[in-house]
């Protein structure tokens, strides 16, 4: 069953972690902010700048329990704007398996939702 406002159910579980993020444009360009979610499929990141869904990005960010910088491909997914700070949806692309081992670890840690 899909949660309430989502037409779609989540493919994988997710859990809150906040950190510093930077996305990176193929133009030079990279906007800063932080994450608030993370799970193997991507993050929620909270961004001061805009970008615009279906955007091609690298995404460098502190991997949960290793703390190493990871720069992964990422896809924007969708973005919200609010209060002059834009939320944005990053789906991830091929994980390295360190990383992807590392973010499943926490999110089962952190006991997903």
Same mark, same amino acid.
């Given at each position: 069953?899909?949660?309430?406002?989502?037409?779609?159910?989540?493919?994988?579980?997710?859990?809150?972690?906040?950190?510093?993020?930077?996305?990176?444009?193929?133009?030079?360009?990279?906007?800063?902010?932080?994450?608030?979610?993370?799970?193997?499929?991507?993050?929620?990141?909270?961004l001061a700048g805009s970008c615009a869904?279906?955007?091609?990005?690298?995404?460098?960010?502190?991997?949960?329990i290793t703390h190493r910088i990871a /720069?992964?491909?990422?896809?924007? #997914?969708? *973005? =919200?704007? +609010?209060?002059? &700070?834009?939320?944005?949806?990053? /789906?991830?692309?091929?994980?390295? #398996?360190? *990383? =992807?081992? +590392?973010?499943? &670890?926490?999110?089962?840690?952190?006991?997903?939702?």
């Amino acid at each position: 069953m899909s949660p309430p406002g989502r037409a779609w159910p989540r493919r994988h579980p997710r859990a809150p972690y906040v950190t510093p993020v930077r996305v990176l444009f193929p133009s030079g360009a990279t906007l800063d902010g932080r994450s608030e979610d993370i799970s193997l499929g991507g993050l929620l990141a909270i961004l001061a700048g805009s970008c615009a869904a279906g955007d091609r990005v690298r995404v460098r960010f502190a991997v949960p329990i290793t703390h190493r910088i990871a /720069e992964i491909e990422a896809t924007t #997914r969708w *973005v =919200r704007t +609010a209060r002059g &700070r834009e939320a944005v949806g990053l /789906e991830f692309g091929k994980l390295p #398996r360190d *990383v =992807r081992d +590392a973010i499943e &670890r926490y999110v089962r840690a952190m006991g997903a939702e």
